[in-house]
């Protein structure tokens, strides 16, 4: 039966190439293997027009001139677990401190994640002293409204609790950065709440003088103006971020803190009403 072995040999080659076939089709250009090569595939690019600066975050500033530890809290639902991300890696608050890490190379940087799935203003509230208030963060970083609008709550409402816990955080001497819903199948179906919510946490944003990250429209700019399929950024529920989409907003997010930090490092004076980073 010798004559098997030229035929198992010619057998094995056939799989080991149809396994270098199946590599190539889905190799680091398709699916990132590690957070480093994420944006193999497409790059993340800033939004058009010039950097904007959310204002000022001086709690975070002096930690860094003083050289003492620095502590950020992303705190809000899901898009803030993780939810969607291959591994914890690429969770936002990972991507961020890394991303911290790497500009501020000496400096003891902590992001905690606080994000509990399915809540929003209501039940953000109920742990925000614990979670939050009692860390006693340098920066909390505030995502909310998506599961508002997701459940139909009433937008004026949320915003009311969303004001009433910006002014608890400002008041323990934190520093605060809201962030609005991501732009998505599943939240731009409501297109009036989302419209409204959107509008309604910028406000809040303006009269309590904090930052806004505004996710909506960076989003949207990624698939209307960057042309980029919806399918590439947001996972099969056409709710959730995937990891380019959370490793894109992350690096924003984060180069928006940097510009900011920038500024009060170098002493430039940012008007009391400009606190949001604007896309153009």
């Known amino acids: 039966m010798s004559w098997l072995r030229p035929f198992r040999l010619i057998a094995g080659l056939a799989a080991l190439a149809a396994a270098v076939v199946l590599l190539t089709l889905v ?4 699916v990132a293997r590690s957070a480093g090569d994420v944006f193999g595939r497409v790059p993340c690019l800033p939004p058009k027009g010039e950097p904007k600066s959310m204002g000022s975050l001086p709690h975070v500033a002096n930690k860094l001139v003083a050289g003492k530890p620095v502590v950020i809290v ?20 990972n991507r961020l401190a890394a991303q911290l890490r790497r500009q501020y190379a000496t400096a003891d940087i902590a992001v905690i994640n606080a994000g509990v799935g399915g809540e929003d203003a209501p039940e953000m509230m109920k742990r925000l002293q614990t979670a939050v208030i009692d860390v006693h963060p340098d ?5 909310v409204g998506t599961n508002a609008v997701l459940r139909n709550l009433d937008p ?19 520093d605060v950065v809201l962030v609005d819903p991501q732009y ?3 939240v731009t179906e409501r297109p009036a709440s989302a419209d409204k919510m959107v509008k309604l946490l910028d406000r809040v944003a303006h009269l309590r003088h904090v930052g806004i990250f505004p996710r909506f429209t960076v989003m949207r700019e990624w698939h209307e103006e960057q042309s980029i399929p919806v399918k590439d950024f947001v996972i099969a529920d056409g709710l959730h971020m995937n990891d380019w989409g959370y490793a894109c907003f992350a690096q924003l997010l984060g180069d928006d803190i940097i510009l900011s930090v920038g500024q009060i490092k170098l002493g430039v004076n940012v008007p009391a009403d400009v606190r949001k980073y604007r896309p153009m």
């Open 184 to 186: 998505s199948p599943r």
């Open 27 to 30: 190799s680091p250009a398709k």
């Open 139 to 143: 920066l909390v970083i505030w995502q």
């Open 74 to 93: 992303a705190f809000g639902s899901s898009s803030t677990q993780g939810y969607g991300a291959s591994s914890p890696e690429f969770n936002y608050p």
């Open 156 to 174: 004026s409402e949320t915003a009311r609790l969303v004001e009433e816990g910006v002014s608890r955080i400002q008041a323990a001497g934190s």
